[in-house]
């Protein structure tokens, strides 16, 4: 019977952090130690997060296929520009309904800082939109203004949204442009 050799060290590799001169006192005096500096390492993490759209799965579903929908409480006909499933009044189950997103600046803001998927892209214009169908704003991007030309004129400008060919399945798959 043959008897399986197991080996009693670990095989060095390259994966990982390598560590080659790391400062540490010599001989049996170890009281320094209690003044070091703390080492720190910087290392990639990825991890994949599953989540759910949920009820809000009809919204992201029309923006890919270039269409935009609201939610609407069908007994009193508030509605909503970004959508929700219940009435926040009523509690009622509100139901899907397509507009034209088309609309009017009703307040912008000009983003110098931003997330780390917007900061390549700083400055960029935030702009709430006022729809002539719906009762609250919605939330998006202005495309092709001029930051520097951000004033108190821009309220009440025409806006005309716009898809991105190749959806993401994120709210920035809706922009506006200035409708001229």
Request: charged share 25%; net charge negative.
């Amino acid at each position: 019977m043959s008897k399986k050799v197991i080996s009693k060290r670990i095989e060095d590799n390259l994966q990982g952090t390598v560590v080659f001169s790391v400062p540490f006192p010599t001989g049996d005096d170890l009281s320094s130690l209690k003044h070091m500096s703390p080492i720190v390492i910087k290392q990639p993490y990825s991890i994949d997060y599953n989540y759910s759209y949920g009820q809000d799965s009809p919204f992201f579903a029309a923006l890919a296929n270039g269409r935009f929908i609201v939610t609407r409480e069908p007994q009193t006909g508030y509605t909503y520009a970004t959508p929700r499933a219940h009435d926040m009044y009523t509690g009622r189950e509100t139901e899907w309904v397509e507009i034209k997103p088309e609309g009017r600046i009703h307040a912008f803001t000009v983003c110098y800082f931003g997330s780390e998927a917007f900061l390549p892209e700083t400055p960029f214009i935030l702009i709430q939109v006022e729809f002539d169908e719906c009762d609250t704003l919605f939330l998006g991007r202005l495309i092709g203004a001029d930051t520097d030309d951000a004033n108190i004129k821009w309220i009440g400008k025409k806006v005309k949204g716009r898809f991105l060919r190749n959806a993401k399945l994120k709210p920035t798959d809706i922009y506006f442009n200035l409708a001229e």
